[in-house]
């Protein structure tokens, strides 16, 4: 739990500086599409670990895309 916060608010503090020049809509979709996929994790008991190497990779494509 504690780091899919963690990995939350670094998504989330790298997609506002990137805002601020113009670049950080595909970590800002990232960041919804995986707290939204951490949180139905949560809800519905599923597998974390699954979860959390999916994030890494939506992450990982953001990332190739700002």
């Known amino acids: 739990a504690i780091f899919c916060e963690l990995l939350v608010s670094w998504i989330a ?3 506002r500086d990137q805002g601020l020049t113009g670049h950080g809509a ?3 979709l990232a960041h919804d599409d ?3 996929s951490l949180r139905q994790t949560d809800a519905l008991n599923l597998d974390r670990r699954q979860t959390a190497v ?3 990779l939506r992450l990982e ?3 190739k895309a700002s």
Do not use: G, M, Q, V
Request: glycine share 0%; hydrophobic share 75%; no cysteine.
């Open 34 to 36: 995986i707290n939204a």
């Open 54 to 56: 999916d994030a890494l």
């Open 26 to 28: 595909a970590l800002a």
């Open 13 to 15: 503090a790298r997609a």
């Open 61 to 63: 494509e953001a990332l």
